[in-house]
T-cell receptor
Framework: GEKVEQHQSTLSVREGDSAVINCTYT??????FPWYKQEAGKSLHFVID?????DRKQSQRLTVLLDKKAKRFSLHITATQPEDSAIYFC??????????FGTGTSLLVDP | AQTIHQWPVAEIKAVGSPLSLGCTIK??????LYWYWQATGGTLQQLFYSITVGQVESVVQLNLSASRPKDDQFILSTEKLLLSHSGFYLC????????????FGPGTRLTVL
C-alpha cells in the first residue's frame, strides 16, 4: 500500500522567513495530495491540496509543488507568522477513498 | 453551512469495556464519511469510510467496527476495548468526489485504563 514520509519531524524558522516541508510517497497511482494543519490539542484543518494533473498550486502565502517523477511534494509557506506554528501533515490518495498521512512536521515560527 | 459534531468530547474507559463514539454532519446531504485514529503525538490512521447509508468499508483492522445508520450519522464501536485503543478519534466528511477535501470534526479523546 501507499506510504507517505515526512522527513522533517520539526522545523524552526524566524517570523517573516519562508518554511518548506517535504513529503515523499510510494504509490505512482496516487493522484491527490492534501495538506492539513493541526494546532496543539485540536483537530485537523485543511490547508491546501494539489492534484496530479498540475505541478504547482498557490493560495496566498502557501504554495504546493508536486514532482511526480521523484514522487515528492512540498508545502512552501512565505512570510511566516507565529500563528503558522502547528503540526503540518501531508497525505496522499490514489483511486478510491483511502487517504494515507505522513508522520507530521512540527513548525515553530519564532517571533 | 455544514457542521460536524462528535460525541463524547472525551472518555475514560476500562480495558474490556464497550465503546461507542458518534459523529453527525448537519447541512450536507449524502456526504462521504470517514473515521480516523491518532495515537498521542502520532500520525493519523484512516479506519473506515462510507459513501452511502448502510455501507462501510474497513481500511485497517484494529478490533473496531463502524456503522452508518443514517445519512448524517457515523458510529464507531467495539465490544471490548484494548489499551492500544487509546488516542484521538476524528470523524471527517467530504463531498462525493475522491478529490474533495475532508473536513474534520473536533474529535473524541479516548483514554483506556
Amino acid at each position: 500500500g501507499e506510504k507517505v514520509e515526512q522527513h522533517q519531524s520539526t522545523l524552526s524558522v524566524r517570523e517573516g522567513d519562508s518554511a518548506v516541508i517535504n513529503c515523499t510517497y510510494t504509490d505512482t497511482a496516487s493522484s491527490y495530495f492534501p495538506w492539513y494543519k493541526q494546532e496543539a490539542g485540536k483537530s485537523l484543518h485543511f490547508v491546501i491540496d494539489i492534484r496530479s494533473n498540475v505541478d504547482r498550486k498557490q493560495s496566498q502565502r502557501l504554495t504546493v509543488l508536486l514532482d511526480k517523477k521523484a514522487k515528492r511534494f512540498s508545502l512552501h509557506i512565505t512570510a511566516t507568522q507565529p500563528e503558522d506554528s502547528a503540526i503540518y501533515f501531508c497525505a496522499a490518495r490514489n483511486m478510491g477513498y483511502k487517504l494515507t498521512f505522513g508522520t507530521g512536521t512540527s513548525l515553530l515560527v519564532d517571533p | 453551512a455544514q457542521t460536524i459534531h462528535q460525541w463524547p468530547v472525551a472518555e475514560i474507559k476500562a480495558v474490556g469495556s464497550p465503546l461507542s463514539l458518534g459523529c453527525t454532519i448537519k447541512g450536507k446531504s449524502s456526504p462521504n464519511l470517514y473515521w480516523y485514529w491518532q495515537a498521542t503525538g502520532g500520525t493519523l490512521q484512516q479506519l473506515f469510510y462510507s459513501i452511502t447509508v448502510g455501507q462501510v468499508e474497513s481500511v485497517v483492522q484494529l478490533n473496531l467496527s463502524a456503522s452508518r445508520p443514517k445519512d448524517d450519522q457515523f458510529i464507531l464501536s467495539t465490544e471490548k476495548l484494548l489499551l492500544s485503543h487509546s488516542g484521538f478519534y476524528l470523524c471527517a466528511w467530504s463531498q462525493r468526489s475522491s478529490y474533495a477535501e475532508q473536513f474534520f470534526g473536533p474529535g473524541t479523546r479516548l483514554t483506556v485504563l
